[in-house]
């Protein structure tokens, strides 16, 4: 029989069985003064330790923090088996939110700077603002931009963990996509348009669905800093053989350019009137 007494929880329990049977080697095997064995210890999770060592397995409590008392329990105890186990639920409860799909929101120009340049991962980022438009939209644009914000959880689903996705409802721009890597902006695609239609202008929101999946598979290329080399460079700039000069502008930044992609298309007949021309916000 050992008798063990908490010193700081004024608690006590006696453990009817052999130590050297049952406790082995573990902080149990010991006895005090006057056969006691004083812990200083809470001894909140003792009554579980005992159990786990009776039976050999024992319900461990779902929160994570009293799952981490118990590991630190099993641990000064030197109880292998339910520190094993502790360990295994934990991992497992990491595997569970690691599943979760988290997209920040920005709410400032200086937060997204330090979130863009302190991240190791490739970044995607919508900017959506709908509010931001002196016009109406064009029949279609409505659709195109829910559509945008559907590609963009998709994607956020798909490269989830590889990528890091953020959205923008605070900006400027009515919906227009960038591509970051290793902290600097690789690619932008614009999907807005100011277009002439029945004697008034009209914003125009386009869903380029082919190019924004392109441009996410690109900035593949800077995960783990692969893309930090010469080749990974080449290959990046060498990724789009089929955009014309007018849908591609690059803007200097030392020996690198930001692709910047602005969607034209033609105007259907019956969205504008007779020898008007579309005009392109850049």
């Known amino acids: 029989m050992l008798r063990i007494r908490f010193a700081n929880a004024g608690r006590k329990h ?40 009776r039976d050999g397995s024992v319900p461990l409590p779902e929160s994570h923090r009293e799952l981490e008392e118990v590991l630190k329990e099993a641990q000064y105890y030197r109880v292998q088996g339910l520190v094993q186990h502790c360990t295994s639920a934990m991992q497992k409860q990491r595997d569970v939110y690691e599943g979760v799909c988290r997209i920040p929101m920005i709410t400032s120009t200086k937060e997204e700077q330090r979130m863009i340049n302190t991240c190791r991962k490739p970044v995607v980022k919508l900017q959506n603002n709908r509010g931001n438009n002196k016009y109406s939209y064009t029949s279609n644009s409505d659709d195109n931009l829910l559509k945008n914000i559907e590609l963009f959880d998709k994607l956020g689903l798909r490269f989830n963990g590889r990528v890091l996705f953020v ?14 890597g290793e902290g600097r902006k690789i690619a932008e695609v614009c999907c807005t348009s100011i277009v002439y239609a029945t004697e008034k202008k009209q914003t125009k ?37 089929g955009a014309s000069q007018s849908e591609e ?16 298309r033609h105007i259907m007949h019956d969205e504008r009137g007779h020898g008007q021309q579309t005009v392109y916000k850049d």
């Open 167 to 180: 959205k923008d409802v605070l900006g400027d721009e009515i919906c227009c996509w960038s591509f970051y």
């Open 249 to 264: 502008e690059g803007a200097s930044a030392g020996d690198r350019r930001v692709r910047r992609i602005h969607v034209r």
């Open 14 to 53: 006696v453990v009817l069985w052999e130590p050297k049977e049952r406790i082995g080697n573990t902080g149990l095997c010991s006895a005090g003064h006057n056969g006691w064995v004083v812990l200083d210890r809470c001894g909140r999770h003792f009554g579980l330790v005992l159990n786990f060592m």
């Open 205 to 241: 929101v386009e869903f380029p669905e082919a190019r924004i999946f392109e441009e996410t598979l690109n900035i593949l290329i800077y995960e783990n800093g692969r893309g930090s080399g010469p080749g990974g460079v080449a290959l990046l700039e060498s990724s789009s053989p």
